[in-house]
């Protein structure tokens, strides 16, 4: 490893996340230009925008088409139109909505459409983004999203308010039966014993779920004079301690409370987490919301609870199956208040969601910012912009390092080096391995290789990619010093590739922010990574410059820049030549007649 004398190495061997997933077609390799647009999304650790990388629209001067599959607000729709053809088709059917998406680059839903794995399947490679025009993503398949390199972003902040407010008018008019005295009254009753309710104030309220949402109900039940413990596995303690609110376990929330509140997103550790169990250690009374998803309640267990006076009453906005059918037996349940899932359903919650998803998904087709992605890794923005002579760099040295690779020999073990200064935390190389991935695997398959499906990609191939981290002694200002690619286990078509050790070794860094190759096996070279590179090993002597320069000077092959590395004088050498176009089959024969060449190869870029 090439390190000067001051400085230190130090080795670090950090975690690979492969939390991607993927398998891409060879249609969208077609359709598609092989640029990454770019993304960005608010984290919590940096408060300025994320980013991650998505497919660029094939047609680079067509329109593209987004298709609104469910009811959007008017501000958001003039934003999607200044972008996009809109086809606003709402109530598809399943069979309806696949014929549709293979004309569309995105999709924006709401909670009334499944993007399931047949419509990702049925879209032939052309849907870029899909849209959530809300919170919950459970009606969307991110797997098969992230196995297709499509970008999955929602509209998490925007309806916050409206759903945490829903929740507190369930919970007082289920508490007061306003629902039911309503129906009384229009039937012409007038029931002021039956509908004698209970008080809230004073009461203690279970919020399960200290999100957003559940936050914002804990607020406003403190205001109401509840008092409000919360269960939430992540939430940070000093969050609910700011509003007076007790972290506590599931059991000591389900135990204690008069009033549980549901504000947790459906996942399958989420899923029918109240059921019979549950319900049989709750308070005798318990009167329950739900504005999360309808599936966090098994819900024949809540009609048995509700049946036997467990549970006093529940307030329902959400459903397992949505509509629910006509003899749903919650709906039905005299001590049930249903609303059709209304949560985020006031004017300015949709008009806020409606430019917080239009933003998001023009943003990711056009290869900017895009307010949040859900099934991508994210690296911090100015941390991309400082990365970018980094990201080409990555992507070239791992187009270079497999083509190395002679043929038969199968990639399988790839280990990628970063030498820089900064302290590991500081630097995400999450794009930087994508971007490597990318240039392993285009060149030998037909796959689409994207930040949404590197890792997938990667790990679907069989392809293990380590990292390692040398911290170097110097400068943090610039991200990295070099990055090297090592492919092992493999024979190489440039014997000289191998390094002492055994591997294929490519070293690059950046110039003037300019990628440069400078490190083939155990050469030093230094040849900027722009064209393409022929790469001679030679006897060291006088002229060989000359002598290859003139033969692609003949040929009219445009040489941009040369490089020689050597062993030692009059020894082996190893020369780099960047070129402008493709030599011939020709000059490569010329070149491979000189009587001092022992072996050649020519690298596409
Ligand atoms: N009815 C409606 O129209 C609406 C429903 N929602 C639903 O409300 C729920 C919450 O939304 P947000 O607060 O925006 O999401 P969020 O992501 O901000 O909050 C969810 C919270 O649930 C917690 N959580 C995860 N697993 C848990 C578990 N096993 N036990 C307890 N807590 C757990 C998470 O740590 C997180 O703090 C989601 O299901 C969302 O889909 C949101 C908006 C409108
Ligand atoms: O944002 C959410 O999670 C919601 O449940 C809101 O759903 P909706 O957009 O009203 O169909």
Not at 121 to 146: F, H, M, Y
Not at 216 to 224: D, I, Y
């Amino acid at each position: 490893m090439a390190t000067s004398a001051s400085q230190t190495l130090r080795t670090t061997s950090f975690l690979k996340t492969p939390s991607l997933s993927l398998s891409s077609s060879s249609s969208s390799r077609q359709s598609l230009s092989s640029a990454f647009s770019v993304a960005l999304r608010p984290s919590r650790r940096f408060s300025k925008p994320l980013v991650v990388i998505v497919k660029a629209s094939g047609s680079l001067d067509a329109k593209p088409t987004v298709l609104v599959a469910e009811k959007l607000g008017e501000a958001g729709l003039k934003l999607l139109k200044e972008f996009a053809n809109v086809d606003c088709s709402y109530n598809l059917s399943p069979e309806e909505l696949c014929t549709k998406i293979s004309l569309c680059d995105a999709i924006i839903v709401r909670s009334g459409t499944k993007v399931s794995r047949e419509v990702f399947e049925s879209s032939g490679g052309r849907l870029k983004v899909v849209g959530r025009a809300g919170v919950g993503i459970d009606n969307v398949d991110l797997a098969a999203a992230t196995e297709h390199g499509c970008l999955v972003v929602n509209a998490p902040t925007a309806n916050t308010v409206a759903a945490a407010e829903h929740g507190i008018a369930l919970l007082a008019a289920m508490a007061r039966n306003v629902a039911q005295a309503d129906a009384s009254v229009k039937a012409g009753k007038w029931q002021r014993n039956k509908y004698v309710g209970v008080s809230l104030v004073g009461k203690t309220l279970a919020v399960m779920g200290f999100g957003k949402v559940g936050s914002e109900v804990a607020r406003r039940a403190k205001g109401l004079g509840m008092h409000v413990i919360s269960h939430d596995p992540y939430a940070p303690a000093d969050r609910a301690r700011a509003i007076g609110v007790e972290l506590v376990s599931f059991d000591q929330a389900i135990t204690t409370a008069d009033f549980i509140s549901l504000h947790m997103p459906l996942t399958p550790t989420t899923s029918k987490i109240l059921n019979d169990d549950t319900f049989a250690k709750m308070k005798k009374g318990v009167r329950i919301v739900n504005v999360a998803r309808g599936g966090v309640i098994d819900e024949d267990a809540l009609v048995r609870a509700l049946d036997a006076g467990i549970v006093a009453q529940a307030a329902l906005d959400v459903f397992t199956k949505e509509p629910p059918p006509a003899d749903n037996k919650l709906v039905l349940h005299e001590n049930v208040t249903a609303t059709p899932h209304l949560g985020a359903s006031t004017m300015e919650a949709q008009e806020g969601v409606a430019i917080e998803i239009a933003e998001a998904v023009v943003g990711a087709l056009r290869g900017e910012l895009a307010a949040t992605a859900v099934n991508a890794p994210m690296v911090p923005a100015e941390v991309l912009s400082e990365l970018k002579p980094y990201v080409i760099l990555a992507e070239k040295l791992g187009r270079l390092a497999v083509q190395l690779v002679a043929g038969g020999s199968g990639v399988k073990t790839v280990k990628v080096t970063y030498a820089s200064a900064r302290a590991p935390d500081d630097l995400d190389t999450r794009l930087l391995r994508a971007m490597i991935t990318k240039g392993i695997i285009e060149p030998i398959s037909s796959v689409f290789v994207n930040l949404v499906n590197a890792d997938f990609t990667a790990k679907q191939r069989g392809l293990r990619i380590s990292e390692e981290r040398i911290v170097l002694d110097g400068s943090p200002e610039s991200p990295l010093d070099f990055i090297q690619v090592q492919i092992a286990n493999v024979e190489s078509k440039f014997a000289s590739a191998i390094s002492e050790s055994g591997e294929i070794k490519v070293e690059g860094r950046v110039k003037d922010g300019i990628p440069h190759l400078t490190r083939v096996g155990s050469f030093e070279v230094d040849v900027s990574l722009e064209g393409s590179i022929i790469l001679c090993r030679q006897v060291d002597q006088p002229g060989m410059i000359g002598t290859v320069g003139s033969i692609l000077g003949e040929e009219n092959v445009n040489v941009s820049f040369m490089s020689v590395g050597r062993i030692a004088p009059r020894k082996q050498a190893v020369m780099a030549i960047g070129v402008d176009d493709q030599p011939s089959k020709q000059a490569l024969k010329k070149i491979g007649e000189v009587s001092a060449i022992e072996e050649f190869v020519f690298l596409k870029l």
